[in-house]
């Protein structure tokens, strides 16, 4: 009887205690012509400020757990100096707000939204950031969540002398999740961090769609980056999961995995880039079920990535499958066969698999790579007569990707579709 009164007793204080914090949390209207600064001043941690339409030229320090909240979209303008918002704070929430017009001093670092470090379960919900140099640098601030915003960059600058969309930096938990981001130096750049999630971010007019490094058990999913240098630039990172994202029309890599392990790369699609992957001293991944399609160089694999499992991929149309250099042979498709286009080979017994292995590369293309020059002479007899004695003598042979029995047909029956928005 006495732990039951105990127990209520307890019950009681926690309602009362709930019941206080709730009443001492405000809600405080800011009007336009009225400071958000001096509202700033005036809260209480937890207190809301509700921030009418209007433009407010002001930069904001928020060293205190608020929620910024814009009615109407307000504009918040850092009249071209410094941080336009700077948060010292745990627990500070920024929504529905236009915030523009940082400093152009990179290294100052100037920022449309500066995160401090320790401001941990930052929030930026539903907002839009243009002309800042950078969007949102964010530092050693935990559970962070950038959540649907709209970010464009200075447009007015050359690349090299941008900010980044999101810089991300020494965080833990970060989600990442909805944002679209253009014309910022790379769109989403991060650094020395764990167990992030980016999912569902649309990149493109940008250096990379994501410049990425030192962060390991994450994931990447259902990203789309087009019409830049690159898409995802994956490096020196391990324990990656890598799935159904788009990358189309950049002008070097769809996804480059460089100094990458133990990672998951799948379902993705990379189409009319400069090489679809490039593959640089990786191992230990498993890429599969990818469509790699039209791209210029549909796989560029160097710096001994040979110890991975490469399985059930569609290569189709790619002007030159793959691009490798190496002293021996790279074994692809040893537990589901991957599909190549330009598969000479045939399928007597029905099986769906080819009974003579592709090889992606021979003589010749090892001579091109080595001399361009010869590529004007491509359709000469003289090469063409090369590459036959050379696939018939095994001591001309040069080493390649093999697959022992390729697939017949594509997996992807969709595939086609994908032409659709591969640049002309």
């Known amino acids: 009887m006495l732990r039951c009164r105990l127990a209520l007793a307890l019950a009681l204080a926690c309602a009362q205690l709930l019941a206080a914090s709730l009443a001492e949390a405000a809600v405080l209207p800011v009007r336009a012509g009225e400071s958000i600064a001096a509202a700033i001043g005036r809260a209480h941690a937890g207190d809301t400020l509700r921030i009418e339409a209007g433009t407010y030229r002001e930069n904001l320090l928020i060293e205190k757990p608020l929620t910024l909240q814009g009615v109407g979209h307000p504009v918040i303008s850092g009249q071209g100096k410094g941080d336009t918002i700077r948060v010292h704070a ?7 707000l236009i915030i523009r017009d940082s400093g152009s001093d990179l290294t ?19 907002c839009t950031l243009v002309a800042n140099l950078f969007g949102v640098w964010l530092e ?8 649907r915003n709209i970010v464009t960059g ?3 600058l050359q690349s090299a002398q941008r900010g980044n969309g999101f810089q991300i930096y020494d965080t833990t938990g970060v989600q990442v999740i909805g944002n679209q981001i253009s014309s910022t130096r790379d769109g989403i750049y991060v650094d020395v961090s764990r167990q992030a999630l980016f999912r569902e971010n649309r990149i493109h007019h940008v250096r990379y769609g994501t410049h990425y490094m030192n962060t390991n058990h994450s994931t990447w999913e259902d990203n789309e980056v087009y019409l830049s240098r690159a898409g995802l630039a994956l490096m020196e990172v391990r324990n990656l999961v890598v799935r159904r994202n788009l990358a189309w029309g950049n ?9 990458i392990q133990d990672s998951l790369i799948e379902n993705n699609v990379v189409v009319g880039n400069d090489r679809g992957f490039f593959i640089y001293d990786a191992e230990y991944n ?16 160097s710096a001994g990535s040979s110890n991975n499992q490469i399985d059930g991929n569609d290569f189709i149309g790619n002007q030159e499958q793959v691009r490798f250099v190496a002293a021996k042979d790279v074994e692809w498709g040893r537990s589901k066969a991957n599909y190549w286009s330009n598969y000479s080979g045939w399928d007597q017994d029905g099986d769906g698999k080819g009974d003579v292995p592709y090889e992606a590369n021979d003589l010749v293309d090892r001579l091109n790579w080595q001399y361009p020059m010869l590529k004007l002479l491509a359709a000469s007899p003289s090469l063409r007569t090369l590459r036959f004695v050379a696939r018939q003598f095994p001591l001309l042979r040069a080493p390649s990707v093999i697959d022992r029995h390729p697939r017949m047909q594509p997996y992807n029956q969709n595939w086609k579709k994908w032409n659709e928005i591969t640049p002309r």
């Not at 745990?90 to 529905?96: E, F, G, Q, S, Y």
């Not at 002008?251 to 100094?259: E, K, S, V």
């Not at 890429?287 to 160089?297: A, E, F, G, I």
């Open 90 to 96: 745990a627990d500070v929430n920024l929504k529905d």
């Open 154 to 156: 200075r447009r007015d």
């Open 140 to 147: 050693r601030s935990d559970d962070a969540r950038l959540l």
């Open 286 to 301: 498993i890429v599969r079920d990818n469509l790699v399609l039209n791209n210029r160089t549909g796989v560029h694999l």
């Open 251 to 259: 002008t070097d890599h769809g996804i480059m995995l460089r100094t």
């Open 108 to 126: 100052a670092q100037n920022a449309g939204i500066y995160v401090l470090p320790g401001s941990h379960r930052f929030q930026l919900a539903d």
